[in-house]
């Protein structure tokens, strides 16, 4: 008899959840130092509710067996149990920010980099319909992603209803018989960069878009340029269709000024997001890593969500930290810390092992994390555990150092032992960062 | 159409999210001060693994459906998995201290302050069989407690070895054709504080225990007094029995000396706590407060889990604080900050927005919560605003303001208004402790 985890999942090690730990925490400080709060919800909820207006996800819900009860399903994402929250709470006072760090499930064929539990962290403003909710979840999201260390950030940005305008001016040069949705569309256009223009191009013609529109829509979504630029041929091309959301695209591009993040956008009509419920605004933000790989967030406006889950008309907009993709490229690209403790706190012997708990106390006053020994082992073992957990520093106690109040710390990768007073101690150990 | 929360389960808001959030992060904060290191596993596990040594508990747990694979359910408790755990990485470095704070979910009909998910905040020391190993873990959890505000700490303390000796003692006067187990004995036992000594009698009467030796039983494991008194006590009645559960509680009491918790400890032989996997100390964590309830914290040590569940033997002891009860005397009993935010970024109109976003951003670099406006509001509504989500501090900004570059922050509690400059302001913004 010997079990293991579930097809799909694992187990995060102490190593590999104190970088886990660092990410999630670091992006935790920031959320909250922008004034949103957290909401938790189950990480159950009616299966119909989840099914409403997920789209193709809906294959990949978890479904939870009840007896009398209705039918339940694990949350695939943090939108939709927002939104039901939101339906739900029509007192809560607007604009609701709210931030989300939780795991979320998917019942899907485990790959490399997807599994069938992984955390998301989200941000959302939620009842104010103006382009700067969107601007400082974007600035937000940018804040958390340079604090962890990532360079050259580009925040790419498209609005829906620009990308409705350009259907509509292809719509108008084809014959009424040929019907498709613009959500289709936009699903292959999203493809792009995954699987470049020639294979979008078959799959237009796939949805039924003769050749010349195909042409004419992939040169309107390939306009590349400063943000300024583009945006200014966008105008041209579409005149007086969609100026909602040119203007929408207009003010985000002055509100980024106000949080010093204008040079990072990038105005790509091509991008269109997955997702059924954006209605305006969509960003994607990339960094440059050494490995290449998609976008680091993601998010957009979804003014109708609430509605359509029952509640009242509430316009809202986030973004969505994909944690597990930032943590892979952390652990290959940046140095981490292995392990949140400090110091160990070594007994020459089992006489003095009393003292040893009292300085361990004594540290822990102030923060300090530390361990003692637990197991009768002798001072050479009790450095060998340490030094195996990787933690940085060792206080030795023994009844000489007792006596004369001065303690040896040993700095565990320099190699050097210094003997200090307890009070000395405490300032190095508070001090010293963990890198 | 009209979602709710899954019966069982419920929405937590901003304001009382604040509460839980201090509770866990406080409790996170000396969980690693005492050099415990999380891991986490994932919310589902095998069905056979949940089932194997659950007991009652097997009847709740929420089943998942599969279609090919094995049958999943989601952890009823944070024990299991983390047995599971220690016996797929025998490699890992021991002891092995972790902690986990993490939802758990039971299928159970629900009542007031149970609920079908909710969290448990578990410590565990695995690898090492001394006492002191027991006692870390009971000095960490009354350290939380104590942190929190609690007062008046007693930690109740018995032992199975004990227990068994006791049983022992009667069943050596009890014909042999009178069977029962020793596990259902201790059952009854534990409950003499919730339902009576009487109703506990007419239990041991259904197990089939005689009614002298039910008397001979109660009285042994009603002994009071100090401990070292209940200590003798117990030793006299048990002679030759039991010998390592008594110098083990010995031990216990030694240790916790070390740790200046030894003036908490009750040795109570009525003691007996409900899970089946026990083999030696447990332990209960009971505070005053001002509506009766039960623990807020127990555990104990379990040698022989990980060993059932298919790993190496392994020894480990630990306890788990019990958060929805702690959390919910806290509401009742202390006064708690309602949001994390320190300060609402006011703008007196449009024009000058743009500043007040720098000075937010300004704040933030700080680690200061604080919001701007992003819903076109006036001056007034901005702090009506602020004070609905109790935001303690508002700082005014103005053209006026910037020209002079003092700014107005309004102590929104006191309802009192200074003139001060920026870095005036984020240096009270930054001492000022939320409460």
Known sequence: MKFKTPKGTRDFLPDEMAIREYVLQTIKRIFESYGFECI???????LELLTAKSGDVAKQIFRIETEKERKLGLRFDLTVPLARFLANNPQIPKPFKRYAIAPVWRYEEPQAGRMRQFYQADIDICGSKG???????????VDCLE???????????????VLEGFVEIIKKKIPARIEFGSLEV?????????????????????????????KDL????SIKGRFEEVLEK?????????????????????????????????????????????TGPIFEIEAETKRKVGSLAGGGRYDSLVELLGGRATPATGISLGIERIVEIMKEEMELPKTKIKAFIANVDEKVKPQAIKIAQRLRKDGISCQTDVMNRSLTKQLEFADGLGIPFVVIVGEKELKSKKFKLKDMKKNVEKELSLEQIINILKESKQK
Do not use: H, W
Not at 135 to 141: H, S
């Open 186 to 214: 936009f699903r292959a256009i999203d493809k792009i960069g995954k699987i470049g223009a020639d294979s979008v191009k078959k799959e237009l013609e796939k949805i039924g878009l003769p050749r010349k529109q195909i």
């Open 147 to 161: 604090t962890l260390g990532f360079k050259s950030l580009k925040v790419r940005i498209n609005n829906r209803k």
């Open 234 to 278: 966008g105008k041209e091309l579409l005149g007086n269709i969609a100026k909602e959301g040119i203007e929408e695209l207009e003010q985000i591009y002055e509100f980024s000024k106000f949080y010093g993040i204008s040079g990072l956008l990038v105005l790509d009509f091509s991008l269109a997001r997955g997702l059924d419920y954006y």
């Open 40 to 46: 938790e919800t189950p990480a159950f909820e009616d």
């Open 131 to 141: 382009m700067e909710a969107d601007v400082e979840c974007i600035a937000c999201a």
């Open 218 to 221: 992939l040169g309107m979504v």
